[in-house]
């Protein structure tokens, strides 16, 4: 028995959110679907566990539903690859040293009215966030550690990754859509690859979320990607 029969829902996006169409004209969806960072219950992933996670989308897939919910109707594509990136500047509790970035396929949407409705939040730049379900896999399936402010955090290091959702409002008020400077940046000319890379340059600069934000939001728009 583990200790919490209770799937953890954890809101955490410090994610960007691509959507791109591949050669075959599929819709996909890119994002940071998870991180290290510590959450607003003082809870955080480790890296371990976000590998196993990786593993296991790039195995067997794992469903990109809306709002947790349960039917099969609530179903809207598939997380299909993933890595865990690292950024090296992230050495305190304010930053997460690791995100899981994984790529879903969207559904049609000319079929599924609720893809095309996230693509067209995406375009205009509404805030959606993502949230992951976990189910604790057995009794261990944290640890307890002090941080150097001195508060402790509860690392979840053992857990199943049953989805990961299209949500609302995120719990975490860092954990947001990047889709509004993602319309910034296209206004500003970038492309797709350079949206991503603009993105990147920002957490190896070392800036939390709330500082990337005010860099787009501003216009600093760095120059120096090879895109």
Sequence with gaps: MVESTKVIHKRILLSLQKLYKDSDKKYHLAAYISSTLRDRDGDRFSKALLEEWAKRINIGKINLGQDHGV????????????EVRQNPHGDDINQAKNYLFADAILEDP??????????????????????????????????????KDGSNTRVIKSAELLKADVVGEPANPDARSLGVFLKHLKEQGC?????????????????????IHKHLINGEITKDCDC
Excluded at 71 to 82: E, F, I, N
């Design 71 to 82: 039917s099969w109707k609530d179903t809207m594509g598939v997380w299909d690859k993933a």
């Design 110 to 147: 000319d079929i599924n009215k609720d893809v095309s409705l996230l693509i067209h939040k995406n375009e205009i730049g509404e805030q959606v966030s993502l949230s992951i379900a976990a189910n604790p896999a057995d009794k261990n399936w944290y640890d307890l550690e002090t941080e």
């Design 191 to 211: 492309g797709e690859d350079c949206i991503v890379c603009q993105f990147d340059n920002c957490v190896k600069k070392s800036m939390g979320i709330k500082k």
